[in-house]
């Protein structure tokens, strides 16, 4: 924030400053479909610190900073005109603040010099390839790129023309469809510590103002890469929309100089999702494009293609209607077409027999393309699981409680819960802060087996271990269940395996008082909805544990890898959840190593994740304001962090540290804790980083 307060000094001379209010208003000469964000001339507004969300810097300007800054970069296209072959189009557009009002391109009359970038491509929906006619030769290679060369006309302040440096090839005529992109940033990262840019704007055309023939239309940003891009913003932060990707991605594009890999979008961008599970990274490879992308870890089943050619878009059937060596080879990228190594049907010379095999509809789990990315638990041949609790008895310190369930399947006839693959009811405590918990089988091939009543179509279970005989307040109660699954091809046929697996229902949780207080739940800091945003059906431990409220019970502040960390391996590592979470997603930019010993003795290294978003959209995970202190809830445990600088932790230290893992964090956190001779750790962090306080969680996290 060092560089907002040092804006906040140049912003006392805010009020000797006069700006235009309105931006010009100006004709298309051509009639073109724009896409993007689309402003239009609108009366002067006065925007003040309350016209932005918590969540944003400019939230924390003072009125007359806002007013001195005028916030945000909006593009509006006019008209392009002189598209003619052997002459350079000029582009006149606008420039304007989030609130529409004109800004100047040079940053003199209002802060922030702006660069845009404007791009020209013909579509040729036969190829599926843009032809970029804007070009750019650096070190001996040349690749599609913005203009280079133009020039800029300022007829006013926030009105521009913009005369391309690139003349027009003889190939384009009146009647040719070309799509303009443009994109641009406004820098102000040295007043107020960010810059902007503008939604890139795509506008299809027709020179001769006639409506334009079918475009690119494979998807949209905002619904599919910004679920968890956060936003999606790349060279540098300017290139915003997947289709201005692709009019430089694409046929004409160079290949890395290093490793020949090509960043042809239709290859690049379905590997480097694949990323560690490309077939030639997993027999011991490395996929290098611009970078190494050998470690990225998509957080979903590579096999919803839909995540990402989602049903809105124009041509969202495209995935499954054009295969192609370029397309299917990328993500099965141990396919030799020329040898026919790895592909059933042999060498591949060209595309054009590709589509006879692979159709676009079939049966599950056939040639067909749908078909071979049905994702085993979305099949159609499970009968789908559902599990409640119905009742609890005998619940209470010191005693062994019972739980009825009610275990069916999606058609509600009944599941006999003590004859599935894992049945394992789980109480824990207290709500409040777990620190206990106790699992156990409950299949009739165990010790302790269930009951099941054939009746009522209900297995009870009844645990060996009693509550403590201190145990109070609120404790919950959940379940755990798997059933094997075993699919086959739908058309009858082979050729690829079978798939096999565990189906598990969400975990059912029913808090119970102890005592005679209120049944109270664990408080909610996130949900699973927040997390399928990215991760489609989080499901974790085999795929049997689906809801937040039942991870907490294991994950808490007590809890680490104790009983599977081996005598040489050192102090165990906490997996509160808390810790565990933000490690996790902070994953390669943590400057202190996270592993955690799993079930096996796996090694659970998590160093090297590589978060799509933005660690500091809290909100982009937690629910409400659950992120914001001081905790909603008393009673919180202090986590053990015995691996940790130092242990315990209180509940908001050993989340800030769970992303801030340096020493320097450590030590003033360290510092700002006490216990005053008691166990539980007393925070001072609300002090400084409470709500509304001078390093408000909220403000110090904003973007």
Not at 292 to 314: F, K, L, M
Request: proline share 6%; charged share 15%.
């Amino acid at each position: 924030m060092e560089t907002i307060l040092r804006g906040l000094l140049v912003m006392a001379t805010a009020g000797a400053l006069v700006f235009p209010s309105v931006q010009p208003a100006a004709t298309s000469s051509v009639s073109g479909a724009s896409r993007g964000r689309v402003v239009a001339p609108v009366a002067p507004i006065t925007p003040t610190a309350a016209s932005f969300a918590s969540t944003q810097v400019e939230a924390y300007l003072s009125d007359d900073g806002i007013a001195y800054i005028r916030p945000g970069l909006k593009i509006k296209i006019n008209s392009i005109t002189n598209v003619v072959a052997g002459q350079k189009p000029v582009v006149d557009f606008n420039l304007t603040d989030s609130f529409d009002q004109p800004l100047d391109r040079n940053g003199k009359v209002t802060p922030g010099p702006i660069a845009p970038g404007f791009l020209l491509s013909k579509w040729n929906a036969d190829t599926r390839y843009y032809k970029t006619y804007t070009l750019r030769t650096r070190s001996g290679v040349t690749a599609p790129a913005a203009d280079q060369g133009g020039t800029y006309q300022d007829l006013d302040v926030g009105h521009y023309k913009y005369t391309f440096g690139t003349a027009m090839p003889a190939e384009v005529t009146a009647s040719t469809t070309l799509t303009l992109g443009v994109y641009a940033r406004r820098t102000l990262a040295d007043i107020i510590g960010k810059d902007y840019y503008a939604d890139n704007v795509l506008m299809d055309f027709r020179p001769d103002g006639a409506t334009p023939d079918k475009t690119w239309g494979a998807m949209a940003v905002a619904t599919t890469c910004n679920k968890c891009h956060d936003p999606l913003g790349l060279h540098g932060g300017t290139r915003r929309d997947v289709e201005l990707c692709m009019q430089c991605h694409n046929n004409q594009i160079n290949s890395d100089a290093t490793s020949g890999q090509t960043f042809n979008g239709k290859v690049f961008f379905h590997k480097l999702h694949m990323g560690a599970n490309l077939p030639s990274v997993v027999a011991g490879g490395t996929y290098s494009a611009g970078g190494d992308w050998s470690t990225v870890g998509y957080p979903q089943d590579i096999r919803n293609c839909t995540t990402c050619h989602e049903a809105t878009a124009a041509e969202a059937a495209i995935w499954y209607t054009r295969p192609t060596r370029d397309v299917c080879g990328s993500c099965h990228d141990d396919i030799n077409w020329t040898t026919g190594a790895n592909h059933a049907a042999g060498p591949m010379a060209d595309d054009s027999a590709c589509a006879k095999c692979h159709q676009p509809a079939g049966s599950e789990f056939d040639a067909s393309i749908q078909g071979a990315h049905v994702v085993p638990l979305k099949s159609k041949q499970l009968k789908g699981i559902k599990a409640t609790v119905v009742s609890v008895s005998n619940f209470a310190p010191g005693k062994k409680p019972t739980v009825v369930f009610n275990i069916d399947n999606a058609d509600g006839t009944p599941i006999d819960g003590t004859k599935v693959t894992a049945f394992s009811p789980k109480y824990g405590g207290p709500t409040t802060s777990y620190s206990a918990y106790v699992s156990q089988s409950g299949l009739a091939s165990g010790t302790n087996p269930g009951t099941y009543d054939a009746t009522t179509g209900y297995t009870s279970y009844t645990f060996s271990t009693a509550l403590p005989a201190d145990a109070k307040g609120t404790w919950a109660v959940t379940v755990d269940i798997e059933r094997a699954y075993s699919l086959v091809r739908g058309d009858g046929k082979t050729g690829q395996p079978g798939q096999t697996g565990n189906e598990s229902p969400a975990n059912p949780v029913k808090y119970v008082s102890l005592d005679a207080s209120p049944a109270t739940a664990r408080r909610t800091v996130v949900t699973i909805t927040q997390c399928n945003v990215c991760h489609d059906s989080l499901a974790l431990h085999g795929g049997q544990r689906l809801t937040i409220e039942e991870c907490v019970i294991c994950h808490n502040p007590v809890e680490g890898d104790q009983a599977r960390r081996p005598a040489t391996g050192g102090a165990p590592e906490s997996v509160s959840f808390q810790r565990l979470i933000h490690r996790i997603h902070t994953g390669e930019n943590l400057t202190q190593a996270y592993s955690v010993i799993g079930y096996g003795g796996s090694v659970n290294d998590f160093t090297d994740v590589r978060f799509p978003g933005d660690t500091q959209d809290c909100a982009k995970c937690h629910s409400g304001s659950s992120y914001t202190l001081p905790l909603s809830q008393t009673g919180i445990a202090a986590v053990k962090t015995l691996r940790d600088y130092f242990s315990p932790q209180g509940p908001a230290t050993a989340a800030c540290l769970g992303c801030h893992d340096n020493v320097d964090a450590a030590a003033h956190a360290y510092l700002n804790t006490t216990n005053f001779g008691g166990t539980t750790s007393a925070e001072a962090c609300a002090t400084c980083h409470g709500t509304g306080k001078d390093w408000d969680v909220s403000k110090v996290h904003a973007r």
